[in-house]
């Protein structure tokens, strides 16, 4: 039974002893876990002289060239002749092989630790460029809209098509580690279906397709959704600017509605600038991003685009007329209730 032990001690104690010191020494502060993960892996970021396995590489076979040794010089004695020499390397055959070991193990772990400082360059040199790549689209886009310039829209507001940072954050996909960020469909489409039924409400009040629904279709509906996607889109000239010089309209609160309506300024030229912006910007935002509208333009809104047709689509202009009478009319009403 005790030469069983000793079997196993001779075994595997010139392997523990060398870990147990490494771990110790190398291993850091923390749990066993992370102090031996710490000790006995290979880290691109260290030198070959703080890798635990460069130490143990060389260590265990000295280790066990010690046991062996130890084993196989019992019952000699040192003898400086030719005889003792030859001698000597005959009795020695297991500990030179063992220390000799150190030198092809030291080498592979060098090369493997090469080999993973490599890998990790190739990995920060694939970062770097990804984070370029990701950096140049970001600019790449500014400088897109730079070219357009400023824009005047019917003389209510100049549009100077400069990008939201937030725009690209939101509009396109990914992050720097990634590389060149790919558009944001859904985002897109929200954002296209939101003018579209800015155009619809638009259209509704410019042609008064529907009397008893008019001041609703252009304050609750068309005033409000126009500031939400010009926040969507982060033009400053329409929810700021244009906010400016409109008429706050105080309204019946329902529930947790609002209790006032903001107009977009308070002429039909300032509603058609507007949207006319907003489009715009959204169509060239789509150009650069190659994102295709999903939904034609209804030729009968065409007149919304371009030119000054707005003007003769009804026989009065519908929106001047509620700033005139309905909103006076309306807050005299919520005045005497």
């Not at 296209?192 to 529907?210: A, H, K, Q, T």
């Amino acid at each position: 039974m005790i030469d069983y032990l000793l079997l196993l001690m001779v075994i595997f104690l010139p392997l523990i002893i060398p870990v147990v010191i490494v771990v110790l020494k190398m291993g850091g502060q923390g749990s066993i876990s992370s102090r031996i993960n710490q000790a006995l892996v290979l880290h691109a970021s260290k030198g070959l002289s703080e890798q635990g396995l460069l130490w143990l590489s060389i260590a265990v076979p000295f280790t066990y060239a010690l046991i062996f040794g130890f084993i196989s010089w019992q019952g000699h004695t040192i003898l400086l002749t030719g005889e003792g020499l030859s001698n000597f390397l005959k009795i020695s055959a297991f500990p030179i092989a063992f220390i000799s070991l150190s030198l092809p193990l030291a080498v592979l772990v060098s090369r493997l630790h090469a080999t993973k400082q490599t890998a990790e360059q190739i990995r920060l040199t694939r970062v770097k460029n990804n984070v370029d790549l990701f950096q140049s689209h970001r600019k790449e886009l500014f400088s897109y809209f730079a070219q357009i310039g400023d824009v005047n829209y019917l003389d209510c507001f100049v549009g100077q098509y400069r990008v939201h940072p937030r725009v690209h954050k939101i509009y396109f996909v990914g992050n720097q580690e990634s590389g060149t960020p790919t558009l944001n469909l859904s985002y897109f489409q929200e954002v296209e279906g939101d003018l579209n039924s800015v155009r619809f409400f638009l259209d509704m009040v410019i042609r008064n397709i529907n009397p008893a629904l008019t001041f609703d279709a252009y304050l609750s509906n068309f005033c409000s959704r126009m500031y939400r996607v010009s926040a969507k889109l982060g033009l400053p000239e329409i929810y700021e600017e244009m906010a400016g010089k409109s008429v706050l309209v105080p309204v019946k609160k329902i529930g947790d509605g609002p209790s006032s309506l903001i107009t977009v300024g308070t002429t039909t030229n300032d509603a058609i600038a507007s949207f006319r912006y907003a489009y715009n910007f959204f169509k060239n935002l789509s150009d650069f991003a190659g994102y295709v509208e999903s939904k034609s333009v209804d030729p009968e809104t065409r007149y919304i685009d371009e030119g000054d047709k707005y003007l003769d689509k009804n026989e009065f202009l519908v929106i001047e007329k509620i700033h005139k009478y309905d909103i006076p009319e309306m807050q005299v009403r919520l005045m005497d209730d």
